[in-house]
């Protein structure tokens, strides 16, 4: 039995090579884009849950306390600034917003009228506040702003890690 010299076969191999490095290549890139879109699926995820969590609660609160003139609830912004390089990420900034949704909701049935005593004080409390392990990191949270129209509490907050002296 003969065997056949590997010459006639060299250009053969050299093309089935580049064809599997093209398709582990193309494999990789196609891996890649798709981590991305779930990615941004889980994200869109975590923003629905805490949309359609608060929606639950401000249904709840509405159906109790129907045609009073109080606050049935309350809702926080974050500021991002423009450049920042402390931007928070989704999963922190929905901790976040839980915890303070939890200092704030002493808020929640007060009449609007006699809420600006309480304001001033709920302000005083919170400002620079530490909320500690968040995402593993400590997190101080100043209230920039409070509005409240039509029964909705409206918080505007900055927050930044905190930097243990």
């Given at each position: ?41 889980i994200h869109r ?39 920042g390089s402390d ?24 009449s609007i009228y ?52």
């Open positions: 039995m003969r065997v056949p010299n590997f010459e006639r076969f060299r250009r053969f191999m050299q093309i089935t090579a580049f064809f599997v490095c093209g398709m582990i290549v193309g494999s990789a890139v196609y891996n890649a884009l798709k981590n991305n879109i779930v990615d941004e699926v995820n975590f923003e629905l849950k805490d949309q359609l969590e608060t929606m639950k609660k401000d249904l709840e609160l509405a159906q109790q306390v129907r045609k009073e003139n109080v606050i049935r609830s309350v809702v926080t912004i974050f500021r991002h600034e423009q450049g931007n928070l990420d989704i999963i922190t900034e929905k901790e976040l917003k839980r915890r303070l949704k939890e200092d704030l909701n002493i808020f929640l049935g007060r006699t809420i600006n005593s309480d304001a001033e004080f709920a302000r005083k409390l919170l400002n620079k506040k530490v909320y500690d392990q968040v995402e593993d990191q400590d997190y101080e949270v100043t209230i920039r702003t409070m509005l409240l129209v039509d029964g909705v509490l409206q918080v505007w907050v900055d927050a930044k890690k905190h930097l243990n002296k």
